[in-house]
């Protein structure tokens, strides 16, 4: 008998499956975890098999899973495509770029004269960790970040391509003790907090990138605090709290602070340009091009010498 399987019960399954966790599925779905948890049982229901073990410590795939998950991804690929083709690519590309003033604002700007047809729309969210999840369930399409920070489930549902080795520095308050300096060592933050974006779930990767870089180092990471949108609202902020920021060397500037290059080593993260697996937009290879015109043009790719990577760094080529 032909079974009509719906593919938000496919997309459900594919996300548990990647996080092997129901809460933190439930979140990258924004959909109550309850919800979730009813979608997949009745995907057990229509399949006539289990697909995940349940216990109180963990969740596992049966035999039966690990044999759906492939093919699951396969016809979510499909659909994505298929929505794709018959928009004719004429639809409007969600490209989040973080904050305005970026590199990403100029890979943009070239891709839109590379193909000025196009309707090529920014978006401004905080970090990569958000824009993922924003990315797997299909409300954005491209953002920037440090792809290699990102959890292996949420990595697993995205294509990349490198696009920049960005110098790291510290946003200081224009009176603070290290903003005489031309250039800050990171041992000289020692007994310094230092904020990262503690405590925002959308900034995971920036976070854990801070406290690899200052392990070992004696240099702390500030506590969550609320999230300043706007160049006004971070200045109050980073008044009220004076601890120093850490950004890359293009941050914006900012009345009544100071930027300064991070040295000894040479810190850098590597910038990607990120997309949904799958997605087929003639936006994205203008966004792909752009970027490698302008690594070209301006050795984006070049490393400094005796320069620091964070782990899981992604390779050279795009996968």
Not at 63 to 88: K, N, S, W
Not at 197 to 226: D, M, S, Y
Not at 244 to 258: Q, R
Request: aromatic share 6%.
């Amino acid at each position: 008998m032909f079974r009509d399987i719906e593919p938000r019960l496919l997309r459900a399954f594919t996300v548990v499956a990647e996080e092997l966790h129901f809460t933190r599925a439930a979140a990258r779905l924004y959909v109550a975890q309850q919800a979730l948890s009813r979608d997949v049982r009745r995907l057990e229901r229509e399949l006539g098999t289990e697909l995940f073990v349940r216990t109180t410590r963990q969740v596992t795939l049966t035999a039966d899973g690990e044999r759906l998950l492939p093919y699951a991804r396969r016809v979510l690929d499909a659909q994505e495509e298929l929505l794709a083709a018959c928009a004719g690519g004429a639809r409007a590309l969600l490209v989040d770029l973080n904050s305005e003033g970026m590199v990403s604002g100029r890979v943009l700007e070239r891709a839109r004269e590379l193909a000025p047809e196009l309707d090529l729309m920014a978006r401004f969210l905080s970090g990569l960790t958000g824009a993922a999840a924003e990315m797997l369930a299909g409300r954005l399409d491209v953002s920037f970040g440090h792809v290699g920070g990102l959890t292996p489930g949420l990595r697993s549902g995205l294509s990349y391509q490198l696009v920049r080795y960005e110098r790291l520095a510290v946003l200081l308050p224009y009176d603070h003790p290290l903003a005489e300096r031309a250039e800050v060592a990171l041992d000289a933050l020692s007994g310094e907090n230092v904020y990262a974006g503690a405590g925002n779930p959308g900034t995971q990767e920036w976070t854990e990138l801070a406290r690899e870089l200052f392990a070992g180092r004696a240099v702390g990471i500030a506590p969550p605090a609320p999230m300043a949108v706007g160049a006004e609202e971070f200045r109050r902020v980073m008044a009220k709290t004076r601890a120093p920021v850490l950004t890359v060397v293009d941050f914006p500037e900012l009345p009544g602070a100071v930027l300064r290059p991070l040295v000894d080593p040479v810190p850098l993260s590597p910038l990607s340009l990120v997309w949904r697996k799958g997605l087929n937009h003639p936006g994205v290879d203008a966004l792909r091009a752009a970027a490698t015109e302008l690594a070209e043009e301006e050795n984006w790719l070049d490393l400094f010498p005796g320069s620091w990577l964070p782990a899981g760094s992604p390779p050279l080529s795009p996968d």
